[in-house]
């Protein structure tokens, strides 16, 4: 996905005129900023694992499957076959 700005930069109406050396050179940059943040999250997730007791994250987990159950559940989503 693309960063908002670089959206902005080289919307439909400025591609008649864009830099192709320039946008994958923003699009790497975007890139790797997404990278860090990516890993400062893991890093994030990581600490609260460490920090959290076995019984609370089961806890956590179950109430995030359960969720899903009901809302897979109250959409009624159809199956697909492959």
Do not use: C, P
């Amino acid at each position: 996905m693309l960063n908002r700005n670089i959206q902005r930069k080289y919307w439909a109406r400025n591609l008649i005129k864009w830099n192709k050396k320039k946008l994958l050179r923003d699009l790497k940059e975007a890139r790797q900023k997404n990278r860090i943040g990516n890993l400062a999250f893991i890093d994030l997730y990581v600490a609260w694992l460490k920090r959290t007791s076995n019984k609370d994250w089961s806890k956590r987990q179950k109430m995030f499957s359960d969720s899903i159950y009901k809302a897979n559940k109250r959409l009624k989503l159809n199956q697909t076959h492959s």
